[in-house]
């Protein structure tokens, strides 16, 4: 008989939780996203959070979501699923999974059905009825992308670093 503990997280707790950790890096003063994603045999391969791109100074570069369009975040910020993608650098993503704290829009939909991943799963869809994001499922759907909302456990992690 095994000795070991049994009140270890999850696969799915540890990956949401890494993408959730993710978001916190993010200097967005209005939605913070991460994402996490991870192979087949559940090795993480990249993570990503919303900003910048590098170069751009988050000082220097607007975070205002309102007003002029040149003045406002939308045309600059990478978002957290694309990061995970570009920052990868370890050749094909075909057949991963992809953790991300919100459901991904059109764009990165794209991102995601071009890189190979196969499975999404994200925790909050509060966009969900917004063209974009009707348009990511449609192209999800189509693209034989699996996706499925996070079963939130209300387990509490505490970190102290």
């Known amino acids: 008989m095994s000795d070991k503990r049994?009140?270890?997280?999850?696969?799915?707790?540890?990956?949401?939780?890494?993408?959730?950790?993710?978001?916190?890096?993010?200097k967005d003063p209005n939605t913070q996203v991460g994402a996490c994603i991870v192979s087949q045999d559940n090795k993480i391969l990249s993570m990503g959070y919303n900003g910048f791109p590098i170069g751009c100074s988050d000082d220097e570069f607007p975070w205002r979501r309102e007003g002029d369009p040149l003045?406002?975040?939308?045309?600059?910020?990478?978002?957290?699923?694309?990061?995970?993608?570009?920052?990868?650098?370890?050749?094909?993503?075909?057949?991963?999974?992809?953790?991300?704290?919100?459901?991904?829009?059109?764009?990165?939909?794209?991102?995601?059905?071009q890189s190979g991943i196969r499975t999404?799963?994200?925790?909050?869809?509060?966009?969900?009825?917004?063209?974009?994001?009707?348009?990511?499922k449609r192209m999800f759907d189509a693209a034989g992308v699996k996706y499925h909302?996070?079963?939130?456990?209300?387990?509490?992690?505490?970190?102290s670093l």
């Open 149 to 159: 909302e996070y079963k939130r456990t209300g387990r509490k992690v505490e970190l």
């Open 71 to 113: 003045n406002n975040k939308y045309f600059y910020t990478t978002h957290s699923e694309l990061n995970a993608i570009l920052n990868y650098r370890g050749g094909s993503l075909e057949g991963a999974k992809l953790y991300v704290t919100l459901f991904p829009c059109n764009e990165c939909a794209k991102a995601i059905i």
């Open 6 to 26: 049994t009140d270890y997280i999850s696969w799915d707790e540890y990956f949401m939780g890494i993408a959730k950790l993710a978001a916190q890096r993010s």
């Open 120 to 136: 999404l799963i994200y925790d909050c869809d509060k966009y969900g009825e917004m063209p974009s994001f009707i348009a990511a």
